[in-house]
């Protein structure tokens, strides 16, 4: 079994900062892609960041230069440091993975569970 579980979230001010953890782990064989994604109340999940196991890193338009993605490879971990933030930040945000699992031969979508991210002054 295999399970992504985040850390960090809660409420911040106007122009604060947070950082998101989230580790996986069980029995993975290999990931390529991790990222995190937010949804707010009444809308569709979005994108918020992705990065490679290279480190290169994509970025949604209204978190460029706000926030910065990075993971540790050995700790099959990716991190959200979010700088600056806004009241429309206000958002569940959900890692995602996209992994193989030991006995498998194929990449899948993996979830966490969410963790809220309040921006409120």
């Known amino acids: 079994q295999v399970q992504l579980v985040e850390s960090g979230g809660g409420l911040a001010q106007p122009g604060g900062s947070l950082r998101l953890s989230c580790a996986a782990s069980?029995?993975?064989?290999?990931?390529?892609?991790m990222g995190w994604y937010r949804q707010a109340p009444d809308k569709g999940r979005e994108l918020v960041a992705t990065i490679i196991t290279g480190g290169s890193a994509k970025y949604e338009d209204s978190v460029k230069g706000r926030f910065t993605i990075s993971r540790d490879n050995a700790k099959n971990a990716v991190y959200l440091q979010m700088n600056s933030l806004k009241a429309e930040d206000t958002a569940v945000y959900y890692c995602?993975?996209?992994?193989?699992?030991?006995?498998?031969?194929?990449?899948?979508?993996?979830w966490g569970q969410g963790t809220q991210v309040t921006v409120s002054s």
């Open positions: 995602n993975a996209i992994m193989r699992v030991l006995g498998s031969q194929t990449y899948r979508n993996y």
């Open positions: 069980g029995s993975i064989f290999s990931i390529n892609v």
